[in-house]
């Protein structure tokens, strides 16, 4: 079973939440056609920590980050992307 702990709602089974994918970061405008490709289409899939986006559906209905290790889905971190911005 997945733990996430939600800053707004606290320890929540994985199945509350909906994973959105890896964080990548946007290309500024006007960017060649490859840099935009790569932003929608290309992953990096490590097998280890990853940073990825998850909205939790059935509780605060918020975005959130999770640092997780890929293979053992241990969590590092998880914050609010709207009140955490980096």
Known sequence: MLLI???HC????????????????????????????AYLYERHNVAG???ERWFHVAGCRRFLDVERHTI???????R???????
């Open 5 to 7: 702990t939600c800053p």
């Open 10 to 37: 606290g320890p929540r089974n994985g199945d509350e939440f909906s994973f959105e994918g890896e964080v990548v970061d946007r290309p500024l405008m006007g960017c060649s056609e490859e840099a935009w490709r």
């Open 49 to 51: 920590w990853q940073e």
């Open 72 to 78: 053992s889905n241990e969590i590092r971190s998880v």
């Open 80 to 86: 609010d992307v709207a009140r955490d911005p980096e």
